[in-house]
């Protein structure tokens, strides 16, 4: 029973913990789905972009599997206040659409978020406004080059900051209204990305097949699958380890189960042998002892499954929060290696999971009770009753 709570427990733990860094990472801002130049991705310039956004917005219009998309220009510009001068990426956005497909939005910390009449407002994460010294209301310059290859320059006056909780984004980050970045930019109906967000994650394949059928030849689009994948792959090596040590967990249990399952069956010798006296089979006599064991494992890991499941359920619902671990602070160490800095962590509530994995717990339950059952049966009626 313990040994299946434990089980369970620990596997919804740590597939909950994978699911939510993995979606956490989507959702802060690179998203499900982009789409992109076909040649973007090899040579990232200004002659590789979306040079037709209208007609591409039209072209996902009859896709039942696309929830929302938010149209991105992506550059990089040199910021300056009268201190100093600090690069970073600077991002022209669809505010409201912005919204419902990443988390640019809920990570306000200062100030307000953008809106589609915003002129020349700036979105500013937090670690880069460290950097440049300055704070919501204040004034900054930027220079870069727009897409029409001139120089773009402007003033900007600071509207809000966002702390995502991913350092090297919040660190080099900056947003404005797309409207007015067209302006400075020359990149009216031109766009670098078309961040779409999918009605059913689980089928996310099947829609990202869909909207690549509708998009011209020049275009593509990918799914976080393909866009994230060292992080799905670290995920997937984590998961490899994890599976070790629930191997390693199982061989433990196992070699416990196996000793009470031989000193119990064993306990009970000269019980058997008069069964044997009176004419039972050594057939009968394994049936009996494997019903036994099916009942009182069905019995303990039912219970153990149950109050597994119902921990699953309640912190999938009410995540674990651990902000730290002894000396160490959570978001400082995740800071660190630039993972999002989530100091919640959810557990995966998976019905049929939680079955086989139950399921696995009472067949090791039964396997454990063949060898002494094979042992006690070579002896003679005789031999069994007058064991000590």
Do not use: W
Not at 313 to 331: A, Q
Not at 346 to 358: A, G, K
């Amino acid at each position: 029973m313990f040994s299946t709570a434990l089980f369970v427990f620990v596997s919804a733990i740590s597939d909950g913990s994978h699911k939510q860094i993995i979606r956490s990472s989507v959702e802060i801002y690179p998203g499900y789905m982009e789409i992109t130049n076909a040649a973007f991705e090899d040579d990232p310039s200004f002659e590789n972009l979306i040079f037709d956004v209208q007609k591409a917005k039209e072209s996902l219009q009859g896709i039942d599997g696309v929830q929302a998309s938010s149209v991105r220009f992506e550059t990089y510009a040199l910021y300056a206040t009268s201190e100093k001068s600090v690069g970073g990426m600077f991002c022209g956005i669809e505010p409201e659409n912005e919204a419902k497909i990443s988390r640019l939005k809920a990570s306000l910390v200062a100030g307000e978020y953008l809106n589609s009449d915003d002129t020349n407002a700036l979105y500013l994460g937090e670690e880069l406004a460290k950097r440049l010294h300055v704070k919501v209301g204040d004034t900054l310059s930027f220079i870069s080059t727009a897409a029409d290859y001139s120089f773009a320059a402007d003033n900007l006056i600071i509207k809000g900051l966002f702390k995502t909780k991913l350092y090297e984004f919040d660190n080099s980050s900056a947003f404005v209204n797309k409207a007015y970045f067209d302006t400075v930019m020359k990149s009216q109906n031109i766009a670098t990305h078309i961040i779409l967000s999918p009605k059913d994650i689980e089928q996310i394949d099947a829609t990202t097949l869909l909207v690549q059928q509708v998009l011209s030849k020049e275009l593509e689009v990918k799914n976080y699958k393909e866009t994230m994948e060292d992080l799905i792959l670290a995920m997937e090596v984590d998961s490899v380890f994890g599976y070790i040590t629930l191997g390693i967990f199982f061989i433990v249990i196992f070699f416990v189960i196996a000793i009470f399952a031989f000193l119990s069956v064993y306990a009970r010798i000269r019980q058997i042998g008069i069964l044997r006296a009176i004419g039972t089979t050594p057939r009968g006599v394994m049936s009996m002892i494997l019903v036994e064991a099916m009942i009182l494992g069905t019995i303990s890991v039912g219970i153990g499954g149950a109050v597994s499941a119902y921990g699953a359920y309640y912190f999938e619902k009410n995540p674990i929060e651990l902000s730290s671990m002894g000396d160490l602070d959570m978001e400082e160490y995740m800071t660190q290696y630039n993972m999002v800095a989530e100091i919640t962590f959810p557990t995966d509530f998976n019905p049929s999971n939680i079955l086989i994995q139950m399921f696995i717990m009472l067949l090791l339950n039964i396997v454990t009770v063949i060898y002494p059952i094979i042992m006690m049966n070579r002896f003679t009626p005789t031999e069994a009753i007058r064991y000590v």
